[in-house]
């Protein structure tokens, strides 16, 4: 049996039980429960964290209570009023020796918990009403007797309809109880790590945070984010070092077709270019594949270095792809290739047909065409390759899993070599995409321009529009970006085609219009004019945010800033700065500017670095938005946080690297330990390395 079975079957057998397998939660409040915390099972409900804590410590007396907070008091019932009039409440007076009170209770089921004469601990909001002060709906009625059973820190956990606070402590004891029925777990931390955070061990931190006895400190909430963000981690450099491990092939070659294209590019490529090609150069001759992330900041060059990674496939002896995520980014590859290239590049698009389409394939097929760029059209089932050997894909994010693997599936032992404009947040990059290496290039080529970067309100429209007819006169030319293509009743936005009659009525026919509801002759036929100057503004929506290149304008106006994300506002200004004319971005906000958009606006205005801009889009709008989707913490975590936990994160990263180095099979006492860590946390790839030896 393989250690991971067993220590599945072990230790962790009790966690993986169905909710409704807690005492006290039935089918009904199981299903409910599961819905709350994101899965089925007792672990599940270990990992649903609270978010606060309400401290029911103090005890004053009814004289010392003080209106419109949380007060516990020790009272006895001196007797019950019934309401005068139907839907009043009822009302128990209660009373401490110095002085008395009342309880409201709108359900008369609940009289049944005060017996006149009892002794009680009630806890509750408490407020001043006709000179007496009333209690309302006790959250908490216990008998003196059973004071030990009071929850003095009551845990805040995050609800959803149909779960009380009541049901969710009932539901997180019940799973600590069966937590006690684990076998004592194996400690996964290096005890130095433990002594320094002074950080309880992994069921005592669930304890102190589920059912406290005090207001917990940072600690058991950190200890529980570190063992995630380990087990990911560890995971990750697994399935990278299993990576390594495929059986590849080494790809070398003299140089001469490189010589050849940058000769014909006739500048030198920066030393951050030089770095990363040296870094991608490295990873073609090893004897395993490549998978590696190219990040270049708008401008960058990232597109030479892919070019100059497909001739060293070329020269020895294999092909090389490069897929666009749009036509239009294709077609301006293929033209970029055609011209640097000493060797003919195909183009494989939905636009290539017929009989074009068909030598297309034939040539790749034969072997006769060494390097092609297209669209997803390349991996289709149709398109065969003689000898892939090198895989590029542009703008990744646009492409799903599926997608890149199929592309790199094309070939035997193909390398893969993904690429992005859109700088990545340090901290997703260590969470999302770990599994690769990276390289970035983040020094501008030669000759890119600065871009002045201004803010204006939208009643400043005139002065911008002036501001825009100066540098068309000047020679410029100008992009429009709005976030909408048509009128929206919901929101009050300018949209692009409204934006266009307006710029239209006075400019005249210089004005042209690009979005994606037009038809694609229609869209790229205007991209054309403005990149010929045939007109010279250019209204859009985020159809012209990557691939568009016109060294000509110089000019970038984006209406409603606000609505887009930092990292996108970016790319866009990005299409400026390209030719010799001083360059500027013009943002264009609503009157009243929120305080967060104004700083996130501000975030651009003072610079230019992408990878500071997305570091810091991510620090303001969290994982969730970032990522177009509205969960808290890091994305595909349970207990991580990407603000609070960032420190730990690069703790994670270099224990898991140093680990695995002094024991890559997990075979020692801190290595077993850590296959529990990764079961505990689902890491399934992981675990099958470790079965796979």
């Not at 918990?113 to 001043?128: H, R, T, W």
């Not at 871009?451 to 007819?469: D, F, G, N, S």
Request: aromatic share 6%; net charge positive.
């Amino acid at each position: 049996m393989y250690e991971s079975q067993y220590v599945e079957t072990e230790y962790l057998t009790p966690l993986r039980a169905p909710i409704a397998d807690l005492a006290g939660i039935g089918p009904r409040l199981a299903g409910l429960l599961g819905r709350l915390v994101g899965g089925g099972t007792v672990r599940d409900v270990l990992f649903h964290l609270p978010v606060d804590f309400l401290d029911r410590r103090p005890t004053p007396s009814i004289r010392e209570a003080v209106p419109g907070g949380v007060a516990t008091l020790r009272i006895y019932v001196v007797r019950h009023e019934a309401p005068v009039k139907t839907g009043q409440p009822h009302r128990v007076v209660i009373g401490d020796g110095s002085g008395f009170a009342e309880i409201v209770l709108y359900h008369a089921a609940r009289l049944a918990q005060f017996p006149v004469g009892a002794a009680l601990i009630v806890s509750g909001k408490v407020e001043m009403f006709a000179d007496r002060l009333v209690m309302p709906h006790p959250d908490y009625v216990l008998p003196v007797a059973q004071e030990q059973k009071f929850p003095w820190i009551e845990p805040v956990w995050p609800l959803s309809a149909g779960i009380t606070p009541r049901v969710m402590r009932l539901a997180a004891l019940a799973a600590l109880a069966a937590l006690a029925r684990v076998p004592a777990l194996p400690e996964w931390h290096d005890a130095s790590i433990l002594g320094r955070r002074g950080w309880p061990g992994f069921a005592a931190a669930l304890r102190a945070l589920h059912a406290p006895v005090v207001v917990p400190d940072a600690g058991p909430a950190e200890r529980l984010a570190y063992d995630e963000l380990l087990a990911r981690q560890i995971a990750l450099a697994m399935v990278r070092g299993r990576r390594r491990r495929r059986p590849g092939r080494a790809l070398t070659g003299d140089g001469r077709l490189r010589r050849a294209a940058l000769a014909r590019f006739g500048l030198t490529p920066t030393p951050a270019q030089a770095q990363a090609l040296a870094e991608i150069d490295a990873d073609l001759a090893a004897p395993h594949r490549m998978l590696r992330l190219l990040q270049g900041d708008v401008g960058s060059g990232k597109t030479l270095v892919a070019l100059l990674a497909m001739l060293r496939a070329v020269e020895a002896g294999a092909q090389a792809a490069l897929m666009a995520p749009t036509e239009i980014l294709a077609k301006q590859h293929h033209a970029l290739f055609s011209r640097l290239c000493p060797v003919p590049v195909a183009l494989l698009t939905g636009g290539v047909k017929g009989s074009a389409r068909a030598a297309v394939l034939r040539g790749l097929a034969d072997g006769g065409i060494k390097i092609v760029i297209g669209t997803h059209a390349i991996f289709q089932k149709q398109v065969e390759f003689f000898d892939l050997g090198l895989a590029v894909i542009d703008e990744q994010h646009r492409f799903g899993v599926e997608q890149r693997l199929s592309l790199g599936a094309k070939g035997e032992a193909t390398d893969l070599l993904v690429m992005t404009a859109t700088p990545i947040p340090r901290t997703l990059l260590l969470t999302q995409y770990g599994e690769m290496d990276t390289s970035r290039i983040t020094e501008k080529p030669a000759g890119r321009q600065k871009i002045t970067t201004t803010m204006h309100r939208l009643a400043e429209l005139p002065k911008v529009e002036a501001a825009i007819a100066r540098a068309v006169a000047g020679g410029g030319r100008v992009y429009w970006v709005c976030p909408l293509v048509a009128e929206s009743e919901i929101l009050d936005i300018t949209a692009t085609e409204f934006r266009f009659a307006q710029l239209r009525e006075r400019f005249g026919d210089i004005v042209a219009l690009a979005h994606g509801r037009q038809e694609s002759l229609a869209r790229d036929s205007a991209l054309a004019d403005f990149a010929a100057g045939h007109c010279k503004i250019l209204v859009a929506t985020t159809v012209i945010e990557v691939g568009v290149d016109v060294r000509e304008a110089n000019v970038m106006v984006i209406e409603h800033a606000e609505r887009f994300g930092l990292a996108q506002l970016h790319q866009l200004r990005g299409r400026v700065g390209r030719g010799d004319a001083k360059s500027f971005c013009l943002l264009l906000h609503d009157d009243k500017l929120a305080a967060g958009s104004r700083q996130r606006l501000d975030v651009l205005r003072r610079t230019e670095d992408g990878f500071l801009i997305a570091d810091e889009d991510f620090r303001l709008r969290g994982a969730g938005d970032y990522l177009g989707t509205k969960q808290s913490g890091l994305p595909g975590y349970l207990l991580a946080d990407a603000e609070r936990h960032e420190d730990l994160l690069t703790m994670a990263r270099q224990d898991a690297v140093m680990f695995l180095q002094r024991d890559p099979q997990l075979e020692t006492a801190r290595g077993r330990a850590i296959r529990v860590l990764l079961n505990l946390f689902d890491q399934r790839d992981a675990i099958q390395t470790v079965q796979a030896g």
